[in-house]
């Protein structure tokens, strides 16, 4: 006797089994993704007759300690995207920063701060750009105790098209350029 193996259907969204997608804190983003991609499968389980079928099993009876626990899971749901909706608020309020700062007569070096925002890993990236424009590049701490990337070289519009070509998660608009000038020595008086 062979037992026909059953076919997990996993969400696009929060990448759990859709019996899971309660307990993950997007239910209603889930709910429309599955609508969009099967309207058959998502009748099977949040339609009518599913909940008909569901309302069967209910003891009304019973309201004990389990429905305290309900309101709980609701709650934490309601945290958790309230929680992804900030996240994404921030993501895209925040910019990135390359700056050339003049050192020397003809001397430069180029900052990038703020991919660590958006999901790029700063060691990485700090030798892509070594190897692509055959310098010297590194992660420091800059004054605020936040991490950049330092890249021995004026390559400002090079890195701008590198960040938009390689990390398409970054928008073009959250992306500033700034040029940093040492100041003269017989200027001041």
């Known amino acids: 006797m062979s037992i026909a193996p059953r076919t997990v259907y996993y969400c696009g969204i929060c990448t759990m089994p859709l019996e899971y997608c309660e307990f993950s804190g997007t239910q209603e983003k889930c709910k429309l993704w599955l609508k969009e991609k099967d309207e ?4 099977e389980i949040y339609g009518v ?3 008909a079928s569901g309302m069967e099993k209910i003891n009304l009876g019973d309201d004990g300690p389990d429905k305290k626990d309900r309101t709980i899971v609701k709650d934490k749901s309601a945290k958790l995207e309230a929680k992804l909706e900030r996240e ?3 993501k895209m309020a925040s910019r990135v920063i390359i700056k050339r700062i003049e050192r020397t007569k003809r001397k430069s070096v180029t ?4 991919l660590d925002v958006f999901g790029v890993d700063l060691k990485k990236a700090a030798k892509m750009f070594a190897n692509r424009f055959a310098c010297g590049s590194s992660v420091a701490k800059n004054n605020q105790g936040q991490d950049e990337i330092v890249v021995q070289g004026d390559f400002s519009d090079e890195l701008y098209k590198m960040i938009l070509s390689n990390w398409t998660n970054v928008p073009e608009e959250n992306i500033d350029r700034i040029e940093e000038k040492k100041k003269k020595k017989g200027a001041e008086s």
């Open 40 to 43: 058959a499968l998502y009748e």
């Open 49 to 51: 007759n599913a909940a």
């Open 88 to 90: 994404i608020k921030k």
């Open 111 to 114: 900052t990038i701060f703020g």
